[in-house]
C-alpha cells in the first residue's frame, strides 16, 4: 500500500533521529501538497502531538497559520498533562516510599524521560504503576485518602463478590483524579491472568532501573523487559497508532541491548514473534537498521511477514482491526496453550457488566449464564 503524503509527513516528523530530519522535511513540504486536515487527524489519531509539532515549528512558513497554531495548542496541551502527570508520580513515590510499598512505574512520563531526557516529548495519557498484590488496598487508600484520587474501574460500587472475581481474573484497577485531568492504572499484573509474560512482581522490582524525577528516583523496567513488554503491548494491540511503533523506533536508536540476550529471554517468555515484529515494523517505517538476529527469525517466517503486510497496512489508514482479523492475529502470536485461554476468556465477566447489569451478592451466579450477552453487547459497544 503507497503511503500518503500525510503520513510519509507524519515518519519524517515523528522520526527516533530527529536531528538528521530537517532538511528532509523542508525538501518533502517543498515538494508535496498537504491535506492540513488529514496530517492533524494523522497526528490526533497516532498520538505523537508533541514530536510532529517540535518538528514542524521549525517549517512555519509552508504550514497555514491557523494549522500550526491549533497544533502549537494541542502540543501545549499534551505537555501540560504530561508534567501534571509526572508531579502526581513524583507524591505518590513519596507516600508509597513513607508506607514502604514498592512500585513500578512503565510507560508514561518515565518512559519519554529515558527515551528523550524529556518528560513530555511524548505524549502520555495516563500514569501506568505495577505493585504486590498484597500491597494493593493500602495502596488504594492511600490513593484516595492522601492525594484525591477516586476509584473509577472497578467503580466503587462493586460489591464484595464483584471484587473478589475481578481481583483474580483482571490485571489493574483505574482510579480518576482532578476532573479525569490525571488517570492512574494500578497493576499487579501485565496481563489479564490467563495470558504469559505475567513476570512476578518482586522480579520486576528486582531488576528496575531509575529515573530521575523532581527529586524521586523512580523505579522503571530494566532494558530486557522494558524491550518485551513494549513489543508485547504493541503487537497485541495490532499497533494502530504510531505511538506505539515510535517508542520501539527510539528505542532501537538510544536503547540497543545484546540482541542474542534478547532473543533468548524472548523465547523463554514465548514472545518472539512479537518482539519480531515490532523491530520489523519500526524498522521498515522509519528506515533503520535491522539486527541481525531479528532479519533472520523474520525472514524465516512467511506468516510472520503476512502480519507485517497487514499492521503497516492498518497504522496508514488508521483503522483497529476487524474482529476476524484481531482473532487471526491472536492464533498467530498467542503460544498454543495460550490461545485456547484466550478464546474462553471472551466469556469472561467484565467490570462494565457489573454497571449494565447490577446484581446483589446473593445473585452474583447469574452473570456467569449472562456471559454471552454481555459478550455480544460489547462487540457491538
Known amino acids: ?22 532538511d528532509a522535511i523542508r525538501q518533502f513540504l ?42 502549537q495548542q494541542s502540543c501545549m496541551q499534551c505537555k501540560k498533562n504530561s508534567l501534571l502527570q509526572a508531579a502526581f508520580l513524583v507524591k505518590i513515590a513519596s507516600i508509597f516510599r513513607e508506607h514502604h510499598i514498592k512500585f513500578v512505574a512503565f510507560k508514561g512520563v518515565t518512559l519519554s524521560q529515558l527515551l528523550y531526557s524529556n518528560i513530555a516529548t511524548r505524549e502520555a495519557y495516563d500514569i501506568d504503576i505495577i505493585i504486590d498484590f498484597e500491597d494493593l488496598e493500602h495502596a488504594e487508600k492511600l490513593l484516595i485518602e492522601s492525594l484525591g484520587f477516586l476509584r473509577v474501574v472497578p467503580e466503587v460500587t462493586a460489591t464484595r463478590k464483584q471484587m473478589h472475581f475481578l481481583n483474580k481474573s483482571m490485571k489493574d484497577r483505574t482510579y480518576s ?8 492504572e494500578l497493576h499487579w499484573r501485565f496481563n489479564i491472568i490467563d495470558q504469559f509474560f505475567n513476570i512476578p512482581v518482586p522480579v520486576i522490582y528486582k531488576t528496575s532501573e531509575l529515573v530521575y524525577l523532581y527529586g524521586e528516583n523512580i523505579n522503571i523496567l530494566s532494558k530486557e523487559y522494558l524491550w518485551l513488554y513494549q513489543s508485547l503491548h504493541g503487537s497485541m494491540s495490532s499497533w494502530y497508532r504510531l505511538h506505539w511503533i515510535n517508542d520501539i523506533a527510539r528505542m532501537l536508536v538510544v536503547l540497543p541491548l545484546d540482541w542474542d540476550r534478547l532473543m533468548e529471554s524472548s523465547d523463554r517468555y514465548q514472545c518472539r514473534k512479537n518482539l519480531v515484529e515490532a523491530v520489523m515494523l519500526a524498522a521498515s517505517l522509519y528506515n533503520l537498521p535491522v539486527p541481525g538476529q531479528i532479519k533472520q527469525s523474520f525472514y524465516c517466517d512467511k506468516k510472520q511477514q503476512a502480519q507485517l503486510k497487514l499492521v503497516r497496512k492498518s497504522v496508514q489508514v488508521m483503522r483497529i482491526h ?24 471472551q466469556l469472561r465477566i467484565s467490570p462494565t457488566d457489573f454497571k449494565l447489569f447490577p446484581l446483589p451478592d446473593r445473585f452474583f451466579f447469574l452473570y456467569y449464564w449472562l456471559r454471552p450477552i454481555f459478550r455480544i453487547i460489547r462487540i457491538f459497544k
Do not use: C
Not at 515518519?11 to 538528521?20: A, E, G, R, V
Not at 476476524?324 to 478464546?343: D, E, I, N, V
Open 30 to 71: 517543498s515538494e508535496n501538497k498537504i491535506n492540513w486536515s488529514e496530517l492533524l487527524k494523522n497526528i490526533k489519531w497516532h498520538r505523537v502531538t508533541p514530536q510532529a509539532y517540535d518538528s514542524l515549528k521549525s517549517h512555519a512558513e509552508f504550514v497555514p497559520e491557523p494549522i500550526i497554531k491549533k497544533l
Open 177 to 184: 483524579q482532578r476532573q479525569g485531568e490525571v488517570i492512574l
Open 1 to 22: 500500500m503507497n503511503e500518503t503524503p500525510e503520513f510519509s509527513l507524519l515518519l519524517l516528523l515523528t522520526h527516533p533521529q530527529p536531528d538528521l530530519q530537517p
Open 322 to 345: 476487524s474482529i476476524a482479523a484481531a482473532f487471526r492475529r491472536k492464533l498467530f502470536f498467542l503460544p498454543p496453550r495460550f490461545f485456547m485461554r484466550y478464546f474462553l476468556g
